[in-house]
């Protein structure tokens, strides 16, 4: 488990190096005081020297691609809105939740080296998750139709960001602690093993919470995520396909439910059916971003050549139809396996992790982190309906990036518990050799 | 601006290299991961809680009668039908325990086994035991396996009423 990545950290600034000197020359782009652009570098390889120097068994890879995703954010964005009045400093301020984010990692590695203490508090965690959520019903404010922002102070932030990994936390403390009972079949209905009708609590708990974020916060990506990512992680900890099958009816139930109360559920499936029904109106915005992607083609109109500015919330939503039309196919593709690449180092993580809850907490973190990836980008490319949700890392958003930084700092330490674990177990095998 | 094609073309193209150079760089450590999955480690009895030298995993020999499957071993820890410390070398393949006559691990008369009680298989590297819809179930660790259990060195394996110690 012990890693070094010290050669993908590299390459990941030299491609922000690269990215953030082509923009400078091919649009005349005002450098960025270059003090940024050192600062930022800084901070990762600083972040990066730290958790391998304070967590030597974690996955440092994590880190790399880390620092390649929010690199390549940093660029599109200070592509995307250098030029746009009322918007120049958005690349500075990103720069500045990067670093928050750091620190938020760092904060995160450093009072829960030892998480599971983390489980102990579950329940308090499963209601600070609930109240941040109601938190917004009652004092949020609107933006673009979704009532899912908190003013606290002089700072906006996305309560759900932060509660989503407060509820991850809950439900594997939870699932570890009752995956036997929850596993434990009475009977078979056509060949599948059902468990008895009380266990479905949890699922009918998740259900009835997402189902409340997409009611009163109009908030689709993450009522989405709220209800995937418990639901996969019941059936991770029990095996029991039961839970999905039911999940998956609860959802088609819930989802036609709500496209026949609610005008905004229509209007996404209706733009996403046929976006030429409103060119100029509901279906822009995607159409923008498919336009873009085309665009791009496979190498991709170079950096600062798209007219990808042209999306709505560009930097936000649709970074990833920006990459796709700068960098092309290939620079897109890059994009996601690096997105893989982070994925599968957290299923890695889980397997490796000791017990049931240091598993389910990777697995859970990791499934969201993928979940988000897939709608997001399956929604700017007219795949999926679009749901308003920012691309892990590489979007424009506080909430967002810090949330996700903590994310990656509980991975961090299930990482090192593991690694070291198996580092304890490796060595005595050695000294059998010798002695051999 | 003519003069500045090229060298933003060869931006552009070194920018697509090095994005792939980093998936390059990142895949390949995780392939050498899988790789990594000790594959040419041999048990050797009676040494086992050594203090751990410092010395890197790589530079440690190859040796040992099979260079390319792990010797795991089922050593029976507490049991009501087979006497303690009874060692079980564990193969590749799928492995049977229970208490048929059939089985690779035969629990006879144990009243708290089934026929089939539980099966070990290996699969890349790492050693599954998975329940096989038996009675009273199958334990690793005191906590029931549920569907494939990898095992790791020292774990506890309760089938029926034998305890087994999984070491590789």
């Known amino acids: 488990m012990t890693q070094r990545a010290t050669i993908p950290m590299a390459i990941a600034l030299l491609i922000t190096t690269l990215g953030f000197a082509t923009l400078i020359f091919v649009q005349e782009a005002k450098s960025p005081p270059l003090i940024y652009g050192a600062y930022y570098a800084g901070t990762m390889v600083a972040l990066y020297l730290g958790v391998r120097l304070w967590l030597p068994h974690a996955d440092a890879l994590l880190l790399a691609v880390v620092t390649l995703l929010t690199g390549v954010g940093l660029v599109m964005i200070y592509r995307l809105t250098y030029d746009v009045s009322g918007r120049e400093n958005l690349a500075t301020t990103q720069a500045g939740w990067i670093l928050v984010g750091t620190a938020a990692l760092v904060l995160t590695a450093l009072l829960f080296k030892n998480y599971h203490r983390l489980f102990n508090y579950k329940y308090l965690l499963a209601a600070v998750a ?13 933006v673009n139709g979704a009532q899912l922002w908190l003013k606290v102070g002089p700072v906006n932030f996305q309560p759900s960001e932060f509660a989503r990994i407060a509820l991850i936390i809950f439900f594997a403390g939870y699932l570890a602690d009752t995956r036997d009972l929850l596993a434990a079949t009475s009977r078979t209905i056509l060949g599948v093993q059902v468990p008895a009708l009380k266990y479905f609590g949890p699922v009918a708990f998740v259900w009835a919470a997402s189902l409340g974020l997409l009611v009163f916060e109009k908030d689709l990506g993450s009522s989405l995520l709220f209800f995937a990512v418990p639901l996969l992680m019941l059936y991770v900890a029990t095996g029991r396909i039961a839970y999905v099958i039911l999940g998956a009816l609860l959802f088609a139930a819930g989802s036609l439910t709500t496209y026949y109360l609610f005008d905004h559920v229509q209007v996404r499936v209706q733009t996403w059916l046929d976006p030429w029904s409103d060119p100029n109106g509901t279906g822009y915005q995607v159409l923008q971003s498919l336009f873009s992607i085309a665009d791009g083609g496979i190498t991709g109109t170079g950096l600062g050549e798209g007219f990808s500015q042209a999306i709505p919330e ?12 700068e960098l092309g196919l290939l620079g897109s593709t890059a994009l996601l396996l690096a997105f893989l690449v982070f994925v599968y180092r957290g299923i890695k993580i889980s ?7 240091s598993k389910l907490l990777a697995f859970g973190l990791t499934s969201m982190f993928a979940i988000q990836t897939l709608i997001i980008v399956g929604g700017v490319t007219k795949a999926i309906p679009l749901t308003g949700i920012t691309l892990p890392f590489v979007s424009y958003g506080g909430s967002s990036v810090v949330g996700n930084f903590i994310l990656t700092g509980l991975l961090l330490v299930v990482s090192e518990n593991a690694g070291r674990r198996a580092a304890e177990e490796a060595t005595p095998e050695f000294v059998e050799g010798e002695a051999a | 601006m003519l003069d500045l094609q090229v060298p933003l073309l060869a931006a552009k193209a070194l ?3 090095l994005l792939f150079a980093f998936i390059y760089a990142v895949v390949r450590r995780g392939v050498g991961d899988l790789r990594a999955v000790p594959d040419d480690e041999v048990f050797v009895p009676g040494v086992e809680n050594k203090p751990p030298p410092r010395r890197r995993a790589q530079e440690r020999p190859a040796f040992g009668q099979n260079g390319r499957e792990k010797d ?3 050593v029976v820890e507490d049991s009501e039908v087979l006497a303690p410390e009874t060692r079980f070398p564990v193969a590749g393949g799928v492995m049977v325990i229970g208490r048929s006559s059939s089985s690779d691990i035969v629990l006879k008369n144990d009243d708290y086994a089934s026929g089939e009680h539980a099966r070990l298989t290996r699969h890349a590297g790492l050693m599954y035991v998975e329940d096989a819809q038996s009675t009273n179930g199958t334990y690793v660790n005191g906590r029931k396996a549920v569907g494939a259990t990898p095992l790791k060195s020292g774990d506890r394996v309760k089938v029926g009423s034998t305890t087994f110690r999984y070491s590789e």
């Open chain 2, 15 to 17: 920018l697509l290299l």
């Open chain 1, 314 to 325: 560009v930097q936000t939503d649709f970074i990833f139809s920006a990459v796709a039309s």
């Open chain 2, 72 to 74: 795991s071993v089922l």
């Open chain 1, 351 to 357: 397997l490796l992790a000791a017990d049931d809850a």
């Open chain 1, 130 to 142: 609930v109240g941040l959520i109601a938190s917004t019903i009652f004092f949020g404010y609107e």
